[in-house]
T-cell receptor, first 111, second 117 residues
Framework: AQSVTQPDIHITVSEGASLELRCNYS??????LFWYVQSPGQGLQLLLK??????LVQGIKGFEAEFKRSQSSFNLRKPSVHWSDAAEYFC?????????FGTGTRLQVFP | EPEVTQTPSHQVTQMGQEVILRCVPI?????FYWYRQILGQKVEFLVS????????KSEIFDDQFSVERPDGSNFTLKIRSTKLEDSAMYFC???????????????FGQGTRLTVV
């Protein structure tokens, strides 16, 4: 069955530090992969998406993610975190016409 | 920028009551969705809707749930007799690709927080 795993429930980083949020998926075919961000009390905003082609994709707010088929991973990265990046981050895989989400990673940023 | 709008932002209802959550998808979109997020848990798919009928639904979407597109702009989720465990954030989403391919973006609304007491 299709599934998405985000092994880190909660991550804390200092402002200016680099960030990597992990995502692993289980999917039989070539996946469509997404990262969404949810700020407190807000909806889901798309950060970036991967469909095909270049395995390193750039998104909004300085985020990027790399698709690694051999590891079934789609980790999200940012070289320098800002305090405004504190939020919940969800990885998702597109299956038929719907999204299957991971459990999310809560990012806390200290000044 | 076009957006998906949901009303109300927060609804409190008594157990056993019917609730209707409302959504206005982006106007030229063709696929519509409801997702649910119980507090502290992941976002879960409930139902997808295309061409005036349900295209897929999850096991969560039982007989107590129904969806409707009563006019050309609104998309509603009805819970017939609410239970305590229905308390959650409900997200509406819409997608524009005519084939429902997931290589297009699903746009999400801000959500409706439903509290059943």
């Amino acid at each position: 069955a299709q599934s998405v795993t985000q092994p880190d429930i909660h991550i804390t980083v200092s402002e200016g530090a680099s960030l990597e949020l992990r995502c692993n998926y289980s999917y039989g075919a070539t996946p469509y992969l997404f990262w969404y961000v949810q700020s407190p009390g807000q909806g889901l905003q798309l950060l970036l998406k991967y469909f095909s082609g270049d395995t390193l994709v750039q998104g909004i707010k300085g985020f990027e993610a790399e698709f690694k088929r051999s590891q079934s991973s789609f980790n999200l990265r940012k070289p320098s975190v800002h305090w405004s990046d504190a939020a919940e981050y969800f990885c998702a895989v597109g299956y038929t016409d719907k999204l299957i989400f991971g459990t999310g990673t809560r990012l806390q940023v200290f000044p | 920028e076009p957006e998906v709008t949901q009303t109300p932002s927060h609804q409190v209802t008594q157990m056993g009551q019917e609730v209707i959550l409302r959504c206005v998808p982006i106007s030229n979109h063709l696929y519509f969705y409801w997702y649910r997020q119980i507090l502290g848990q992941k976002v879960e798919f409930l139902v997808s809707f295309y061409n005036n009928e349900i295209s897929e639904k999850s096991e969560i979407f039982d007989d107590q749930f129904s969806v409707e597109r009563p006019d050309g702009s609104n998309f509603t989720l009805k819970i017939r007799s609410t239970k305590l465990e229905d308390s959650a954030m409900y997200f509406c989403a819409s997608m524009g690709d005519p084939y429902g391919r997931m290589n297009t973006e699903a746009f999400f609304g801000q959500g409706t927080r439903l509290t059943v007491v």
